[in-house]
């Protein structure tokens, strides 16, 4: 879990980066990060029914914490 949540705050950083860098990508960047955002919430509500423990679940979790906190984070770099 701790490679998915590095991974995914590398992932958040990195499109910070190249979105602050280019300023052309500004929307771009932000609808793809809405969308995987989108995909990754769906995909939790759906396997929030099942009461048991997966591995899948707390991967999906991980990423989403690191995609947040790595664009958190580098939006206050860009400040």
């Known amino acids: 879990m ?11 950083n990195s499109i910070g980066a190249i ?11 932000a ?7 989108e995909f990754m919430v769906r995909t ?8 048991k423990k997966h591995l899948g679940r707390d991967l999906l979790d991980m990423s989403r914490i690191g995609l947040l906190y790595g664009l958190l ?5 860009l400040l």
Do not use: C, N, Q, Y
Request: overall charge positive; hydrophobic content about 55%.
């Open 44 to 51: 939790r509500r759906h396997w929030a029914r099942d009461k």
């Open 31 to 37: 609808l793809i990060t809405v969308g995987i955002w």
């Open 73 to 77: 984070l580098e939006g206050f770099k």
């Open 19 to 29: 979105a602050g860098a280019l300023t052309l990508m500004d929307p771009v960047s």
């Open 2 to 12: 701790l490679i998915a949540l590095g991974a995914s705050f590398a992932l958040g």
